[in-house]
């Protein structure tokens, strides 16, 4: 499957409408790896100015997100899409709210930069902050990865999402544990400091959850089968059969 296989109908403006979908959903998933990775060097520089960047781009967000709703809204009012078509409406719509999540944990870590700088306290000094720039790291790689195969339409490495997805709930848990353990031995000031970092760190979290919610999504749009309820196993399993058809 190709985009090609959307702009194929008789109707121009519906060809025109579903590849406005495509556009507007990398265009967002664009502002939110921006957002990502401003949240990431204003965690390794304690940068007030990238952090306050992460917020205003927060409202463009929020805006691309309404756009894509409106735009799958008027498809289905006017144009009577295919089933087909009706299936990337329907990703689209999960993917932009997916998408307008992560930015929002992004925004709270850009927070956390926020009040430790008014702390005047380096992020550096805190311990685990290299867990939590690690989680956000690997979160935005994973969201150029699906990004990518949102705009090919594959599904290929979608296994590779899932599992990673997998492997960050580890490092996660790993997180915490050590997090635990150190929060009883820094000095008072940090303590509260400490416990925001924790908040943090399962903001960053939560960003992978949401690149792999994207990463089934595109499952769904190319083989119409909903992978959300399914198991890793299943999943694997799943594909392996799809692509040997």
């Known amino acids: 499957m190709d985009r090609k296989d959307f702009t194929s109908h008789i109707s121009g403006a519906l060809n025109q409408s579903l590849e406005e979908v ?73 993917m932009a709210v997916d998408l307008e999540r992560m930015g929002d944990e992004a925004v709270k870590i850009a927070k956390f930069v926020l009040k430790m700088v008014e702390r005047d306290l380096s992020c550096n000094q805190l311990p685990g902050l290299s867990h939590l720039i690690e989680i956000s790291l690997r979160s935005s790689k994973m969201l150029r990865a699906v990004l990518d195969d949102f705009a ?32 009883m031995t820094v000095e008072s000031e940090q303590k509260v400091c400490v416990l925001e970092l924790i908040f943090a760190l399962r903001a960053a979290e939560r ?21 959300r309820d399914m198991k890793e196993e299943e999943i694997f399993a799943f594909l392996k059969e799809f692509e040997a058809e």
């Open 22 to 94: 495509f556009d507007h959903i990398l265009k967002m998933g664009g502002m939110v790896e921006k957002q990502i990775d401003c949240a990431i060097e204003a965690l390794q520089k304690s940068d007030k100015t990238l952090a306050n960047e992460v917020l205003n781009l927060d409202k463009d967000v929020n805006k691309q997100e309404v756009e894509v709703d409106t735009l799958c809204a008027r498809i289905v009012a006017r144009q009577q899409p295919t089933a087909l078509d009706l299936r990337l409406v329907l990703s689209a719509i999960r």
């Open 152 to 183: 090919r339409l594959n599904i290929e490495d979608a296994a590779k999402t899932i599992q990673e997805e997998e492997v960050l709930d580890e490092v996660y848990k790993n997180a915490l544990q050590a997090l635990e353990q150190d929060v």
């Open 207 to 227: 960003m992978s959850d949401h690149a792999r919610n994207i990463a089934e999504s595109i499952i769904y749009l190319v083989t119409g089968h909903d992978v």
